[in-house]
């Protein structure tokens, strides 16, 4: 029994790979001539070139079928001058399947057709033009080899889009899965079509239909080739899983078609339509009846578009939403649409409209008319539930929005046929919001706590008591809104009256993208050119980053792509400043900054802390103390893509100093070592060196002033005196942007010397000579390199022998008469020096005189004290702030 079982397999294995071998080998010798039959077949039929990038011929990949593959088929547009990426079809494979048996009796019969994936696009033009006619109308030849003779053509992945310019219909959809079957080649049959497709976009001239919605169907067909008919009769398709039945025909010159909803209630209308795009809304529970009729007729033969009649409507709805107890009741609605007539005529009709929510009742009407110019028309009048609102019709931008508004609105609007713009008729209505909060998609802001009123009277707009939250940031809006419909049509700019006050603004949360995400694309204007008006800010803290600006009081102008503020004052870094700023936006996304500020109480200890040492660490908070008088001219462009560019910027501060501290400043520390070498020692002194450093690491004094320029990137300080408890020091440089510094110092050699500025004959007057030192501190901020200055030095040394000539030239002018015709020699006059003076006061001789002597004491020290005092007091007063209705400085 087993020797017989494997003679039989080895036979039966023997058979199948002989049958097997047979096959192929006869693929392999009649490939060449059935590929050459149906390309030649298919060649003949059209009159548009196929770009093909190879053809296969297959067997066990289609097994029982036999294949012919048409691999990337390509076919452009049939208009004239068209471009090759103009596509009327595309597809991966073509497939077309064959019987083998016909194969053997050279019978070359087409069984069926699998078309994935792909694209096809059909359009019209305004000639009434298709770029679908790729079919020769008659051929001379034909091949009687070669038949189509369909059971079934599959089509999966398959793009479809039709646009006809000609009446303005398109139809966008997406083949996720289609078959349809039946004996093509029969006049007369049943084809059976069963699928899923998506429809992307259904629209009609200016009303989209359907948008992004499945559609499942499985129904019959009946195609009387004879009459050139096609019927549907009680076909069912599920749009979104809502059944629709249609009835109708279409032949060779008219179609027919009505649609209409079948046994649809509320609750499946809401929750399959609408509600699964929510995350946070639960489906609802509810009853009512939904009633949907649509009627589609015309000429297939006519321009004109086909005669759309739907009417649609709600009655006796309620709905809730469980997990939040959302509801919503008596729901009524009378909707109709008709193109009928034509677009002037083509009309979109809500009636009726009614609804109840636990904010109160709402009822509405609306009327569209002439989509092409619209007209429409409207009465609103109630509460509104926005949440329930939006898990209903889900508004495009919003992702998520809760409260209720409280709406009175009565309009009548109208686009001008010749000039496009809105004409306003009437436009008259109240909007009253109670704790909103709203995140729109793609804003990582999320807007809380809205109230207020929204007024509209005509051509005017107004804000009242609005308030909101944004983060932690609260702001609080009044404002008047002017031409609003004149600036939507271009016409005049928008003008604008608003207050804006903050307890605490926070400037990141105003951003609509976080700091880390770039600008990209084509550069646009940022400021607005066509509104102007003015905007009164108060704010009681603003954040920047680390950065707290307190007590902010401006007006801000707007106007063709700027800003300005004419006044405007904060504290920062316990210092008031004051002063004027413009922003002008002259080409896109590029900035100007022009500011003029001045502060009288500027404290440098919490100034650096406040700013982080300005990015430095040279001079720290720990190192300096003192306060200072500033006026700052700065002006600068700005990039908003990569910030201010640095070596632009123009300025000028103007600086005097009080009462200032430097202590334990590296820099000074790196002076002193420098000295510390054999010949800063052998000139200086090792003890003197000492005395230097020890006085260097605590440096007071009582007044600096001096003029800082800024201009190409480079920080100039002009030559200055610094008087201090360490030592008289000459002092200027350059600092540039990149941290390259060229500074230089000067001060005399006596003052590193010890010496006692009194003596029991009086104070020790510094006659101002005496071996000046020169130093200078070069390179780069973190390594910098310090030397003798004989630049200087030299320079010191010219500059005083100049002075010594003219000195001489004075003295000889002043005591001999010389250089009398030479104006540029001035008359000597010597230097007032103090001298002692030795006065002695005799006593009163008397009572009387004792008395005048204490009388004119009191009159000119005490008297003269309360006078100034008062003086000052009254000077004091006069200069306060003065605060009056207007509201400003």
Not at 213 to 226: H, R, S
Not at 312 to 331: C, M, V
Not at 563 to 579: M, R
Not at 808 to 825: C, H, M, P, R, Y
Request: net charge neutral; with cysteine; aromatic share 8%.
């Amino acid at each position: 029994m087993n020797k017989r079982f494997l003679r039989i397999l080895k036979w039966s294995i023997g058979i199948l790979l002989g049958i097997f071998i047979l096959i192929t080998a006869c693929l392999y010798l009649f490939k060449d001539k059935i590929i050459g039959i149906v390309v030649s077949e298919v060649n003949k039929t059209l009159n548009v070139p196929v770009a093909v990038k190879n053809v296969d011929l297959a067997f066990w990949g289609s097994f029982p079928n036999l294949s012919v593959d048409f691999n990337e088929v390509y076919i452009q547009d049939a208009f004239p001058n068209q471009k090759p990426t103009d596509t009327l079809l595309y597809s991966e494979r073509i497939r077309l399947k064959f019987n083998p048996l016909d194969l053997w009796n050279k019978n070359y019969h087409v069984k069926a057709v699998q078309i994935y994936p792909g694209t096809l696009k059909v359009k019209i033009n305004s000639e009434d033009e298709g770029n679908y006619n790729i079919l020769k109308t008659d051929s001379t030849t034909k091949n009687e080899e070669f038949e189509l003779k369909l059971k079934s053509i599959d089509v999966e992945d398959f793009h479809v889009s039709y646009s006809n310019k000609s009446n303005g219909e398109q139809y966008s959809t997406f083949i996720i899965e289609s078959e349809f079957s039946g004996d093509f080649s029969a006049s007369n049959y049943r084809l059976i079509a069963d699928g899923a497709l998506l429809i992307k976009k259904a629209k009609s001239g200016q009303v989209t239909f359907i948008r992004n919605k499945t559609l499942d169907y499985n129904f019959g067909i009946d195609v009387n080739g004879e009459q050139g008919k096609v019927s549907l009769n009680q076909a069912v398709v599920n749009l979104s899983g809502l059944p629709f039945e249609i009835n109708g025909f279409v032949n060779s010159d008219s179609v027919k078609f009505n649609v209409k909803s079948k046994n649809i209630g509320l609750e499946d209308l809401v929750n399959k339509l609408s509600v699964g795009a929510m995350d946070d809304v639960k489906k609802f529970n509810g009853s009512g009846d939904v009633s949907f009729n649509l009627d589609i007729e015309g000429s297939t033969t006519s321009e004109e578009a086909l005669a759309i009649n739907c009417e649609f409507g709600i009655s006796k709805g309620a709905l809730t939403e469980p997990s939040q107890n959302l509801r919503i009741k008596d729901i009524r609605l009378e909707g109709k649409y008709s193109n009928e007539g034509g677009s002037e005529k083509e009309f979109l009709e809500l009636k009726n409209m009614k609804f109840k929510t636990a904010g109160g009742p709402f009822r509405g009407d609306v009327r569209l008319v002439n989509f092409e110019n619209p007209k429409i028309k409207g009465k609103a009048t109630g509460a509104v539930n926005l949440k329930v609102a939006h898990a209903i019709f889900h508004f495009p931008e919003v992702e998520k929005i809760n409260g209720s508004t409280l709406i009175n609105a009565d309009f009548a609007l109208q686009q001008n046929e010749s000039t496009g713009s809105i004409e306003v008729n009437k436009c008259d209505g109240d909007v009253f919001m109670k704790n909103l909060r709203l995140k729109l998609k793609g804003d990582k802001r999320t807007f809380e706590n809205i109230n207020g009123s929204i007024f509209l009277r005509g051509n005017e707009a107004g804000i009242d008591n609005a308030s909101l939250k944004v983060g932690s940031t609260d702001l609080r809006l009044d404002g008047i809104f002017r031409n609003i419909f004149d600036y939507l049509n271009a016409k005049k700019p928008l003008e604008t009256e608003v207050e804006i006050e903050s307890n605490y603004l926070k400037v990141e949360d105003l951003g609509t993208t976080t700091k880390k995400e770039k600008v990209e694309g084509d550069r646009i204007f940022v400021l607005p050119k066509d509104i102007l008006g003015s905007i009164n800010l108060t704010v009681g803290t603003l954040q920047y980053e680390s950065h707290r600006f307190e007590n902010i009081l401006g007006k801000m102008n707007i106007q063709n792509h700027r800003l300005h503020f004419p006044q405007i004052s904060l504290v920062n870094a316990e210092a008031l400043i004051s002063g004027a700023l413009i922003i002008e936006e002259r080409t896109p996304e590029i900035f100007t900054i022009t500011t003029q500020v001045a502060t009288k109480n500027l404290k440098f200890k919490p100034m650096f802390m406040e700013w982080d040492n300005f990015e430095q660490k040279v001079i720290t908070s720990n190192n300096i103390s003192g306060r200072a008088e500033a006026d700052l001219y700065f002006f600068a462009p700005f990039d908003l893509r990569s910030g201010i560019v640095l070596k632009a910027i123009e300025s000028k501060l103007n600086l005097k100093v009080y009462d200032g501290h430097l202590k334990n400043v590296p820099s000074f520390k790196d002076i002193t070592e420098s000295l510390k070498t054999n010949s800063g020692k052998l000139v200086l002194g090792k003890k003197n060196i000492d005395l230097l450093e020890e006085k260097l690491s605590d440096i007071s004094f009582q007044t600096l002033e001096n003029s800082i320029v800024i201009k190409n990137g480079i920080v100039n300080i002009p030559k200055m005196n610094i008087g201090s408890s360490a030592l008289d020091m000459d002092v200027s440089g350059v600092h540039s942007f990149d941290n390259e510094i060229d500074y230089r110092f000067a001060f005399r050699l006596r003052d590193l010397m010890k010496s006692e500025k009194d003596s029991e004959f009086g104070e020790v007057i510094d006659d101002g000579t005496g071996i000046k030192i020169f130093m200078r501190m070069h390179g780069t901020l973190e390594n910098p390199i310090i030397e003798w200055d004989k630049t200087s030095r030299k320079e010191q040394a010219k500059q005083n022998r100049e002075e010594a000539k003219k000195d001489a030239k004075s003295i000889l002018k002043s005591e001999f008469g010389l250089f009398k015709n030479d104006t540029t020699v001035k008359e000597y006059k010597p230097q007032d020096i103090p001298k002692e003076e030795l006065k002695i006061h005799f006593g009163p001789a008397t009572k009387e005189e004792f008395k005048e002597v204490q009388k004119e004491k009191k009159d000119s020290k005490l008297k003269k004290t309360l006078k100034n005092w008062k003086d000052q007091q009254n000077q004091e007063g006069e200069e306060g702030f003065k605060v009056g209705k207007g509201g400003g400085g």
